[in-house]
């Protein structure tokens, strides 16, 4: 039972990206956590889907290294690998959509065997 659990939420998380363009970048934000004393940065952008009705999405980037890496620009048509989670603040419920990879769209995601040849 655990592992069909597991191999859905895999699937579910392995299925959660859009494709876009990018029309916002919102400045970053940074702080230091109150808990550990650790510097952290976060920031957002903003893609839209193209279609008949065109829909937007707000998602964020948490951590510098990956906001370095993913080098989001505005404009730029853009792959987004994303997971969602809410969290409760006096009494009210927020979404967060938090992306754990952004690429050029067309660009395939790497693969463990490819990770593994460039070691």
């Known amino acids: 039972?655990?592992?069909g659990i597991s191999r859905i939420f895999k699937s579910f998380k392995k299925n959660m990206e859009v494709t876009g363009k990018i029309i916002a970048v919102m400045p970053?934000?940074?702080g230091?956590?109150?808990?550990?004393g650790n510097t952290w940065m976060t920031q957002q952008y903003v893609l839209e889907?193209?279609?008949?009705?065109?829909k937007k999405m707000v998602f964020e980037v948490f951590g510098e290294d990956?906001?370095?890496?993913?080098?989001?620009q505005q404009g730029m048509e853009a792959t987004v690998s994303f997971e969602i989670d809410a969290h409760e603040y006096n009494g009210?419920?927020?979404?967060?959509?938090?992306?754990?990879?952004?690429r050029p769209a067309g660009q395939q995601q790497p693969t463990a065997q490819s990770v593994a040849s460039n070691l």
């Open 66 to 72: 990956k906001i370095k890496k993913f080098n989001v």
């Open 49 to 54: 889907v193209p279609g008949m009705y065109p």
């Open 28 to 30: 970053a934000q940074s």
């Open 92 to 102: 009210r419920w927020f979404n967060e959509v938090r992306a754990w990879d952004v």
């Open 32 to 36: 230091v956590s109150q808990r550990t």
């Open 1 to 3: 039972m655990a592992q």
